[in-house]
């Protein structure tokens, strides 16, 4: 009994230090791999140069060119219309007085705004069609704001009660209505330096959630819809042709190189690429004035997150294409129906059930509003859409693997 229980331990042992010594070659030879793998990576100049110098260039590209410097930006176009009047009738005793008039200051303070261009004024006491001349314009495009002065706006002030501004905004374009708004406001604190009312009328720089003063509001607005994209379609655009049929591939099938071990070389060195991609994303986004309402940490994790299960689709379609040029029809013909039910251009509550569906299981849906919500509203990364991402990457992963595993290659 001793003698079997000894050999039962000798061959447990010897069983044990084989898998061990497996598992180190199988390591070895994966890392070789990825080694390999970088090297015709770094002989493809044009997809190094699409991964890792296009992204940030894109970014430093946006940060120039969108801003909300007053003095590189074009003042907004607009048109002050006053209700106000001057002549005040005491009720009690009916008797007509003249009051303070304050709509022209406040047209002086719209004239000394470098934001705004006043381009007309109406007496909408004197000119009965002066709205509807004024909603023309804004209709024709030839002013992006209609300023409204209401009626008792003097006597409000005068009586310190609050002095209201109605502010029609052009919101054919939602990336210029912050850019609006500010402009409006600053006519606002013009009005209230120069008339000292500062007592008597509050002025709100910014409602929750937007841009706050000192940030671009064009810029911000943009590169969040625009990383979400970035990220996961150039992940995608470089996975589609890792498998796909081709002599490399039948070559290393006559090497002691596992299948899963050639594929698992591929994923690790593609996600490096990913991990210094996102790196230049984060450091150039927050050098080149994003403002950040979460942590770093949260968006660069989303980032990954998002562009890994780009990767992972890519593999996933490159798994099962047979050549080249099927592999990019089907890339081309997924980004585009990922695009369309990403949420971004149109919302997926207004989508039919059955698109909602296939909509809320496509990446970018859950990508945007993970990104939007970490930089706007400081939420955390780890939430329903991180974890769905995970899932919807982890499934395609596996699939591949079998479908890599399966496939007959001609040596």
């Known amino acids: 009994m001793m003698r079997l229980k000894k050999k ?32 015709l990576l770094w002989a493809d100049k044009f997809n190094i140069m699409l991964a890792i110098v296009m992204p940030p260039l894109i970014i430093v590209m946006l940060g120039f060119t969108m801003t909300d410097d007053s003095n590189q930006m074009q003042s907004i176009p607009c048109i002050v219309v006053s209700y106000d009047s ?14 303070d008039h304050y709509a022209i200051p406040y047209l002086n303070a719209v004239n000394k705004s470098d934001l705004l261009d006043l381009v007309r004024f109406y007496n909408a006491t004197e000119e009965i069609y002066a709205m509807e001349q004024a909603r023309n314009a804004l209709i024709s495009g030839s002013i992006k704001v209609i300023l409204s002065i209401p009626v008792a706006f003097t006597e409000m002030l005068e009586w310190g009660l609050p002095g209201l501004i109605d502010c029609i905004l052009d919101a054919s374009n939602i990336l210029y209505i912050q850019q609006s708004l500010n402009a409006v406001y600053d006519s606002i604190k013009i009005f209230i330096n120069d008339t000292n009312l500062t007592p008597q009328f509050e002025v709100h720089g910014f409602e929750e ?6 940030y671009s509001s064009s810029f911000n607005s943009s590169i969040v819809m625009a990383l979400s994209f970035m990220v996961f379609g150039i992940a995608f655009v470089l996975s589609i042709l890792v498998i796909v049929q081709e002599k490399p591939i039948a070559r290393l099938l006559l090497t002691p190189l596992k299948r899963s071990e050639i594929l698992t070389s591929k994923y690790i060195a593609y996600m490096l690429v990913l991990l210094l991609q996102v790196t230049l994303l984060v450091i150039t986004s927050l050098s080149m004035g994003l403002y950040l309402a979460g942590s770093i940490l ?19 379609i490159s798994s099962q294409s047979k050549t080249k040029t099927q592999a990019n029809q089907l890339f081309l013909a997924a980004y585009l129906v990922i695009i369309l039910l990403s949420g971004i251009f149109i919302p997926i509550e207004n989508m039919p059930s059955f698109l909602q569906f296939f909509a809320y299981v496509l990446p970018l849906s859950h990508g945007d509003p993970m990104i939007r919500g970490i ?36 040596v």
Request: charged share 20%.
């Open 8 to 39: 039962s331990l000798r061959l447990n042992f010897e069983k044990f230090s084989n898998e061990i010594t497996n598992l180190k070659m199988s390591i070895l030879r994966i890392v070789k791999q990825v080694k390999k793998e970088f090297r």
């Open 86 to 99: 001057n002549t005040f009738i005491n009720e009690n005793d009916l008797v007509e007085s003249k009051l």
């Open 209 to 214: 959630f937007t841009i706050p003063e000192g």
């Open 298 to 316: 949260d968006l660069f994790i989303a980032l990954f997150i998002i562009g890994f299960s780009g990767l992972a689709l890519g593999v996933f």
């Open 375 to 410: 930089i706007t509203k400081g939420q955390h990364v780890f939430g329903m859409h991180f974890f769905w991402l995970f899932i919807i990457s982890l499934i395609l992963i596996i699939i591949s693997f079998v479908i890599f595993r399966r496939r007959k290659y001609e």
